[in-house]
């Protein structure tokens, strides 16, 4: 196809990690005339912006098997020559409290019998672990030296590629301002002066999906919500070798990279809207919160920092939904910030939908839209600790 195409069997919108990996799957699939839409560049959005962890410390068995499922996808990317990244397993630490104690060691016992190699850590071992973490008030921590990080540009960069070779074809800078629906079917997309009819829309628009849900008229509570990151100066307050730490007393978070510390903070109340300017004081914040519990930072210059869009449902848990409002319009969205290590089992469990109407790689029935109809069902996670 070229840029003539004027039908196609399934349009994307978003260019993200999911679009490009529902893209590839359904190419490998057999699926010949394939369109992704993308408002901006591949990628630039939350894939691009994200930390690129992958872990399986999580408090619910749902969300481990994801995890578990995603590193199965990732596996023979990481060992294609012609991928260009590695995962770097640094580990993940959490840090609890009193008050979280309990809930924490309940989601160790979970990790540890799905086989996770996840550790429980009392306070002396922290103490002769991280003598540079000022521990007051913490009771104890998990610990999973095989959780990490991979860098997303490498994994778009690849998906692009690979997308490319099958034929895919990749639309940058241009918008989906609308979704013909007749008698409650996807009858086609329309870019600009660009049209395209098509039995099947996905909506892979991240943090936008809510919006592209709108121009099918279909209501999915997927919304976007502002983040922002702090990089420090070079500096010496941290080893080189400090994994992701987070403090489930207080949402702050940080980890070492290249000599660094980049270092956030979990936003309470969870801020709703596209805005993410970041100002003053979301960096004094963030910057309180962290100093409090590694007290090498306090003296420590910013070199930048590095805001984006969460895409958060109420739940905490993503949606994968297969033409329930609207025949042949599906969503593949609401990783709140954990689209690099969730999504790929769920837009490949998408394409098998599209393909033969069934998955038996990942089953997408805990993901439907439809658990949203409870209208009590307010922003946030409720059913898991981390």
Not at 38 to 43: L, Q, S, W, Y
Not at 296 to 315: A, H, K, N, Q, W
Not at 339 to 365: N, T, Y
């Amino acid at each position: 196809m070229d840029g003539s195409v004027r039908s196609a069997d399934v349009v994307i919108i978003g260019a993200g990690i999911v679009g490009l990996t529902l893209a590839r799957e359904l190419a490998r699939r057999g699926v010949p005339r394939i369109v992704v839409f993308e408002a901006g560049a591949p990628g630039q959005q939350s894939t691009g912006r994200s930390t690129g962890g992958i872990r399986r410390q999580f408090g619910s068995d749902l969300e481990i098997r994801l995890s578990q499922a995603a590193l199965a996808f990732y596996e023979p990317m990481f060992a294609d020559p012609d991928f260009d990244g590695r995962f770097e397993r640094d580990g993940y630490l959490f840090l609890a409290g009193p008050e979280q104690r309990d809930q924490l060691l309940a989601a160790w016992r979970l990790q540890r019998a799905a086989g996770v190699p996840t550790e429980w850590l009392d306070r002396d071992m922290l103490i002769d672990r991280y003598p540079f973490i000022d521990l007051s008030n913490i009771s104890g921590a998990t610990w999973c030296p095989e959780d990490g990080f991979v860098d997303p540009w490498s994994i778009v960069q690849w998906l692009l590629r690979k997308c490319r070779s099958l034929g895919v074809v990749i639309r940058s800078q241009q918008r989906v301002d609308a979704i013909d629906v007749v008698h409650g079917r996807v009858r086609a997309v329309s870019a600009g002066s660009d049209r395209i009819d098509t039995p099947i829309v996905v909506n892979a628009a991240g943090a936008w999906a809510g919006t592209v849900t709108d121009l099918a008229g279909v209501s999915i509570p997927v919304v976007p919500s502002p983040r922002v990151q702090l990089v420090t100066d070079l500096q010496q307050a941290l080893p080189p070798t400090t994994p992701l730490i987070a403090d489930l007393t207080n949402g702050g978070y940080v980890r070492a990279i290249q000599g660094r510390v980049l270092a956030g903070a979990s936003p309470h109340p969870i801020p709703i809207g596209f805005e993410h300017e970041p100002g003053f004081d979301d960096v004094e914040a963030i910057a309180g919160r962290v100093s409090m519990r590694f007290p090498g930072l306090r003296d420590v210059g910013l070199s930048r920092v590095i805001s984006g869009l969460y895409e958060v449902t109420p739940d905490g848990l993503p949606v994968a939904s297969f033409g329930e409002h609207v025949a042949g319009f599906c969503t593949v969205a609401g990783f709140n910030g954990h689209g690099i290590m969730h999504s790929p089992p769920l837009a490949c469990a998408m394409a098998d939908m599209i393909v033969c109407g069934r998955s038996e790689r990942f089953d997408i029935e805990p993901f439907s839209a439809r658990r949203f109809s409870d209208r009590s069902a307010t922003h946030s996670r409720s059913s898991s600790l981390i």
